[in-house]
């Protein structure tokens, strides 16, 4: 007889939980004594919303270029501690270096620009004054000034940029060349900025950081905004701009393409940049490689800050402040920077070239050649408006060949005009649809072989002036050298006439010539049109931001219009009209 069979003590919900339980303390002691150490993650600097601005785009993304440097998190390693000296000043205190070109004011709390006049240019202020391209304000709101040290680590980065620095001058005023050292250490982090002053608008920067006396990677940035900010049209954060050229290429980003600093994570750096900066229409701040540097050697960062600003309607806003960063592979970062204008001659002669800065947009083929012949002209003619006009007179006189060539055109179709419009006449009850009016087009063009016309040739002459007009005004947009020039009642070529005379002048001109010339268009409407192009031009130049230099070339090639459209009238009498050819009633 069997024994009997004894109550099973656990149940299969138990078993199940028992197993689940020693798995699940296996696993642990596993992973305690026997699995891989997980990677320790570099901690992430927490980004302050004062030094919060932006960086790249998506297009402009650090790990999205494959011809940029590795997008490798860095973080200073610890250091054993090394006998670091202490070194700082008791008060803060300034330092102005002055040539005929620039003063420079530099201060030993954080080692940074706190001003930097370029002596030559005003700005748009009323009254005006000595142009300043730092922005005080926009710095102080986003705790950045020019030359600020950008390091990887937060702390140190506020550390650096706030100190008291012992400078090496006791003077406090010096008048380039000079050179100028100022350092900087709490113990463990040491910094020292050498800067190099001549009589050119190139200022030469060495830049050191060393924690525990192990030199670690630092860049030197332009913060806070720059340029003229006191224009008004367009705003001076339009015309604001970061860039940088890699390859040979230059390219530039607007506040719009720009991101926050936090996007490009501790570390983080674009490499192989021949010069990068930040610029507005007529300004610039370039951070170069050492003369002798192998091409493509910079590293940069670009991002952009916020700052308040009060509206028109005395509103505060938000308004973006682009910065920028220069940086060496390896330290220590040696760098000449370049604050001055964008001019085409200097620019050139820089090494690599800066002219590229020049935006000379689409048109550069035109745009280009007619700057260099006005600065031709101006070498012979102080007054840059008088310069223009000489241009224009140059321009027209190479013109008159295609101007008499386009009234002898005209003058054959006013002739055969009637002719023209009685077969239109014919043609006009059948819609465009209807094969019939082919046959219009057939009979039209027959005139045209027969009389050997060109039915674009009375406007060539027009369509010809259009690019020359777009490209002249963006040389005179965005030239230095029109930028507050005078001309008579003038005060700013590169600006619109704030009087709108030489609009009116001009639209009055411009009816004039179109008087004069041989009327070509029969249809009542388009004769109209042809009137109001006169009065629809000058309307233009008085809404829209348009140079009045440009106003002045066309101002004056009307006058000479008129005068060779009188010399043409008089030696070419118009034909009388020719009677229009009896057609077959369809």
């Given at each position: 007889?069997?024994?009997p069979?004894?109550?099973?003590?656990f149940?299969?919900?138990?078993r199940?939980?028992?197993?689940?339980?020693?798995?699940?303390?296996?696993?642990?002691?596993?992973?305690?004594?026997?699995g891989?150490?997980?990677?320790?993650q570099?901690?992430?600097?927490?980004?302050?919303?004062?030094?919060?601005?932006?960086?790249?785009?998506p297009?402009?993304?650090?790990?999205?270029?494959?011809?940029?440097?590795?997008?490798?998190?860095?973080?200073?390693?610890?250091?054993?501690?090394?006998?670091?000296?202490?070194?700082?000043?008791?008060?803060?205190?300034?330092?102005?270096?002055?040539?005929?070109?620039?003063r420079?004011?530099?201060?030993?709390?954080?080692?940074?620009?706190?001003?930097?006049q370029?002596k030559?240019?005003?700005?748009?202020?009323?009254?005006?004054?000595v142009?300043?391209?730092?922005?005080?304000?926009?710095?102080?709101?986003?705790?950045?000034?020019?030359?600020?040290?950008?390091?990887?680590?937060?702390?140190?980065?506020?550390?650096?940029?706030?100190?008291?620095?012992?400078?090496?001058?006791?003077a406090?005023?010096?008048?380039?060349?000079?050179?100028?050292?100022?350092?900087?250490?709490?113990?463990?982090?040491?910094?020292?900025?050498?800067?190099?002053?001549?009589?050119?608008?190139?200022?030469?920067?060495?830049?050191?950081?060393?924690?525990?006396?192990?030199?670690?990677?630092?860049?030197?940035?332009?913060?806070?905004?720059?340029?003229?900010?006191?224009?008004?049209n367009?705003?001076?954060?339009?015309?604001?701009?970061?860039?940088?050229?890699?390859?040979?290429?230059i390219?530039?980003?607007?506040?719009?393409?720009?991101?926050?600093?936090?996007?490009?994570?501790?570390?983080?750096?674009?490499?192989?940049?021949?010069?990068?900066?930040?610029?507005?229409?007529?300004?610039?701040?370039?951070?170069?490689?050492?003369?002798?540097?192998?091409?493509?050697?910079?590293e940069?960062?670009?991002?952009?800050?916020?700052?308040?600003?009060?509206?028109a309607?005395?509103?505060?806003?938000?308004?973006?402040?682009?910065?920028?960063?220069?940086?060496a592979?390896?330290?220590?970062?040696?760098?000449?920077?370049?604050?001055?204008?964008?001019?085409?001659?200097?620019?050139?002669?820089?090494?690599?070239?800066?002219?590229?800065?020049?935006?000379?947009?689409?048109?550069e083929?035109?745009?280009?050649?007619?700057?260099?012949?006005?600065?031709?002209?101006?070498?012979?003619?102080?007054?840059?408006?008088?310069?223009?006009v000489?241009?224009?007179?140059?321009?027209?006189?190479?013109?008159?060949?295609?101007r008499?060539?386009?009234?002898?055109?005209?003058?054959?179709m006013?002739?055969?005009?009637?002719?023209?419009?009685?077969?239109?006449?014919?043609?006009k009850?059948?819609?465009?649809?209807?094969?019939?009016?082919?046959?219009?087009?057939?009979?039209?063009m027959?005139?045209?072989?027969?009389?050997?016309?060109?039915?674009?040739?009375?406007?060539?002459?027009?369509?010809?002036?259009?690019?020359?007009?777009?490209?002249?005004?963006?040389?005179?947009?965005?030239a230095?050298?029109?930028?507050?020039?005078?001309?008579?009642?003038?005060?700013?070529?590169?600006?619109?006439?704030?009087?709108?005379?030489?609009?009116?002048?001009m639209?009055?001109?411009?009816?004039?010539?179109?008087k004069?010339?041989?009327?070509?268009?029969?249809?009542?409407?388009?004769?109209?049109?042809?009137?109001?192009?006169?009065i629809?031009?000058?309307?233009?130049?008085?809404?829209?931001?348009?140079?009045?230099?440009?106003?002045?070339?066309?101002?004056?090639?009307?006058?000479?219009?008129?005068?060779?459209?009188w010399?043409?009238?008089?030696?070419?009498?118009?034909p009388?009209?020719?009677?229009?050819?009896?057609?077959?009633?369809?």
């Amino acid at each position: 007889m069997s024994a009997p069979l004894q109550k099973d003590k656990f149940t299969p919900e138990l078993r199940i939980l028992v197993a689940s339980l020693l798995s699940f303390a296996v696993i642990i002691l596993w992973a305690k004594f026997f699995g891989p150490k997980p990677p320790v993650q570099p901690a992430q600097p927490k980004r302050s919303a004062v030094t919060a601005p932006a960086a790249p785009g998506p297009a402009a993304s650090p790990a999205a270029n494959p011809s940029q440097a590795a997008a490798t998190p860095a973080t200073i390693a610890p250091a054993p501690a090394a006998s670091v000296a202490v070194r700082n000043d008791s008060q803060e205190r300034s330092i102005v270096i002055e040539n005929s070109l620039y003063r420079v004011e530099i201060s030993n709390r954080g080692a940074v620009v706190k001003s930097w006049q370029l002596k030559n240019y005003k700005d748009d202020a009323k009254p005006q004054r000595v142009l300043d391209v730092v922005h005080p304000d926009a710095s102080q709101q986003t705790g950045g000034w020019p030359f600020s040290v950008i390091l990887d680590d937060e702390q140190f980065q506020n550390a650096a940029n706030s100190g008291l620095y012992r400078v090496s001058s006791p003077a406090t005023a010096l008048q380039a060349p000079a050179d100028l050292e100022l350092t900087w250490s709490d113990g463990h982090l040491e910094v020292t900025k050498h800067f190099r002053f001549d009589h050119t608008y190139v200022v030469r920067v060495e830049t050191s950081v060393k924690f525990n006396g192990r030199p670690i990677k630092a860049g030197l940035g332009w913060l806070g905004g720059f340029g003229d900010l006191t224009v008004t049209n367009p705003a001076p954060v339009e015309t604001v701009q970061t860039y940088y050229s890699e390859g040979g290429k230059i390219s530039t980003f607007l506040h719009k393409k720009l991101d926050g600093l936090d996007k490009w994570g501790a570390g983080l750096w674009q490499g192989g940049k021949d010069f990068v900066g930040i610029e507005d229409r007529y300004f610039t701040a370039a951070f170069l490689p050492p003369n002798g540097a192998v091409p493509g050697t910079l590293e940069t960062r670009y991002w952009k800050a916020s700052r308040t600003v009060k509206g028109a309607d005395g509103q505060e806003a938000l308004e973006p402040v682009p910065q920028v960063a220069a940086a060496a592979a390896t330290p220590p970062l040696a760098l000449r920077v370049f604050v001055g204008p964008k001019d085409y001659d200097d620019l050139k002669k820089m090494n690599p070239p800066l002219h590229g800065l020049i935006n000379f947009g689409w048109l550069e083929f035109i745009a280009e050649p007619l700057f260099h012949g006005l600065k031709w002209l101006h070498t012979y003619i102080p007054s840059w408006g008088w310069a223009i006009v000489v241009l224009t007179l140059v321009i027209n006189m190479l013109l008159f060949p295609l101007r008499i060539s386009s009234y002898k055109t005209t003058l054959k179709m006013q002739r055969v005009g009637p002719e023209i419009k009685a077969i239109q006449e014919k043609y006009k009850k059948y819609s465009m649809r209807d094969p019939r009016k082919a046959e219009m087009n057939k009979e039209v063009m027959a005139i045209y072989s027969r009389e050997g016309i060109n039915p674009v040739g009375g406007c060539f002459q027009m369509f010809l002036q259009m690019p020359v007009w777009f490209g002249l005004n963006t040389a005179l947009r965005y030239a230095i050298e029109m930028r507050h020039a005078t001309w008579l009642w003038i005060t700013d070529l590169s600006s619109k006439d704030p009087y709108y005379i030489l609009p009116v002048l001009m639209g009055l001109s411009m009816y004039l010539v179109s008087k004069m010339t041989p009327m070509t268009a029969t249809d009542p409407q388009q004769q109209a049109m042809m009137k109001i192009m006169p009065i629809t031009m000058a309307g233009i130049f008085m809404i829209s931001p348009i140079s009045s230099g440009l106003a002045v070339y066309i101002l004056t090639s009307s006058v000479v219009g008129i005068a060779q459209q009188w010399y043409l009238n008089r030696k070419h009498a118009a034909p009388a009209p020719a009677k229009p050819a009896r057609g077959k009633k369809s």
